[in-house]
Each structure stands twice: as structure tokens, then as C-alpha cells.
């Protein structure tokens, strides 16, 4: 392998052979739920108690899923490689991290960890949150908010990525729709900027699948360790 630097993107669909429901799919989260409702400030502002329940579900559904082979494949490469791994995952869940990886940016943030709406202070949290919740800081209640990205929010650590982007030299997108911007546009940036090889590896090609060098499609926990092999051997 002659990589220096790899950025890999990842999206819902990395999970998905885990058991966590993707959002875009025919029976996806979007398709049980009103995005406008659960996933922007306005609607959390509308009516916390939906927002609260919409996370607690997704957060104590995570107790019941483990990392996938393709979790493991990537946390393989970050341990076996030369090349710098970073991981930049749109995903809540913590599966990268639980199957290895440590190299990681939770650009759409993180499902066990809440901020406080009064000082940003953020905190890890395993349990449920809701409206009557006390701050630890401050100890009102009503205060913390779960420490996810929602439409119309800037991304985490775009300055980073940025940087990332410009400096590689693969960049791989995993099991992502491409519809949500800025991430959708990172191969478009990778392209612009340097000379780096691009991949897809996703279920089906996504909408920006004519900006990727090389594609592979197929069941994410079976494409990526034969990717990761290829790259490793
Ligand atoms: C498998 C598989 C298997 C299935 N194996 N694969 C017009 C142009 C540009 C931007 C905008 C625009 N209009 C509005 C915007 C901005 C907006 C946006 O992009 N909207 C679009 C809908 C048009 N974006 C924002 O508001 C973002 N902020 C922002 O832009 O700030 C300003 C800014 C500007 C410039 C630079 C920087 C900042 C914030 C977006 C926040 C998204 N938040 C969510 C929720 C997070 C919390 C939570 O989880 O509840 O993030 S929405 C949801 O979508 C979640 C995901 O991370 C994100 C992406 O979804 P993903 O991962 O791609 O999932 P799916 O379901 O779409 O796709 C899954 C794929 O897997 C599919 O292709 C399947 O085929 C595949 N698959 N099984 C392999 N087994």
C-alpha cells in the first residue's frame, strides 16, 4: 500500500449490517419520522418532548447492536497500516469505536453525549434526557439538548476536515446517500484540491457516484474487508 494519508467518510449504511436503520431507505428512521420535527432546532424548540423521546429510543437502541465486520475492517487499517487513518463518520452511533478505531471525527456529533444550551459544555450521557433533566453545571432543568448536528447547524470540526481533505491522498466514502451537504460534497472537494485516488463503496450508487474514481457496491460488511485486505496486502 502506498498511501500516506486516507480519509474515509462514513454513513448509515456502514451500520446498517448492524442493525441500525439507515435514513433514507424505504423503511428508514425518515420514513417513520418527520425530519422537520426531530432533527432541526426549530422542532426541538416546538416540542422537546418528541426530540427527547426520538433520541432516548435511538440512544438505548444502541445497547442492543455491535460493530459489523466492516466496523472491524476499518479499525484494522487504522491498527495495521503505515498511512495515517482518520475516520470522519456522519454516524451518532459509537460502533467505529467500539470495534477499535481511535482516529475519529463525529462531524453530525455523538448520540451518548448531551450539551448544556447554556454554557456548551458538553457531557457524556448513557441514559435518557427529558425536559425535567437537571443540568449538572447549572442544575436547571430544560437546559441540555442532545449533541447531535441538525439540519441548518454547522458540522463539528470542519476546519479539520478541511485540512484532511486537502492533504490526502484516498479518500473513501462508505455506505453514504450523498444527499446531505457539506459531506456530500467532500469528494468534490478532495478533487479540487490534490490529486488524491477516490472510492465509493456503498449498497447502490449514490448521488454523487460519477466524482469517484473507483466504486464498489454492495453490503458494506462484506465490500470493505475486501477492500481493507486489498489495501493491506
Ligand atoms: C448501505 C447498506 C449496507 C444501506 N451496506 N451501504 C443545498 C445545497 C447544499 C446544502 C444544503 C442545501 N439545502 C440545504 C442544505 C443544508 C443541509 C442539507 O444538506 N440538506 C440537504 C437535505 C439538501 N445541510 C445542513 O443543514 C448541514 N449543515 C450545514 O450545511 O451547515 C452550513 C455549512 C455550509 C458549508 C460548510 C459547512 C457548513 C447539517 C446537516 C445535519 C444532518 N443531520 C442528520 C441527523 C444527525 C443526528 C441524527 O442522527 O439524528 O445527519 S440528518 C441524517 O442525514 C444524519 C446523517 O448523518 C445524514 C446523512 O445520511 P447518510 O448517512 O448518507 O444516510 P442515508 O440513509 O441517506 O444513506 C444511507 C446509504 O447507505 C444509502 O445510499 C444506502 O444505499 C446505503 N446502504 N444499507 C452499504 N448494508
Redesign the pocket.
Known sequence: MTYKRIVIL?????S??SGVD????PD???SQYD?QE??TPEGFARNPVLVHD??NM?RAGLAEVAPNA?HTALARLERDSHAEVLIVT???DDLHERAGTTNIIH???E?KKVRSQCDGHVLAWHTDLSVDTPCPQCGEPGCLR?H????????FS?DRIGRALAECDLFVS????????????FVAEVRAKGHAHTVE????P?EGHSLFAETAY????E?VPQFVDRLLR
Open positions: 462514513t454513513g448509515a449504511g456502514i446498517a449490517d439507515t435514513f433514507r431507505d428508514g428512521v425518515w425530519w426531530v432533527a426520538f433520541y435511538r466492516a456522519q454516524n451518532v462531524m453530525h456529533g448520540m442532545p447531535v448536528v441538525w439540519f441548518g447547524e454547522m458540522p470542519m462508505i455506505g453514504t446517500s450523498g444527499n446531505v451537504y457539506p459531506a456530500a460534497g463503496i456503498n449498497l447502490e449514490s454492495g453490503r458494506a460488511a465490500t
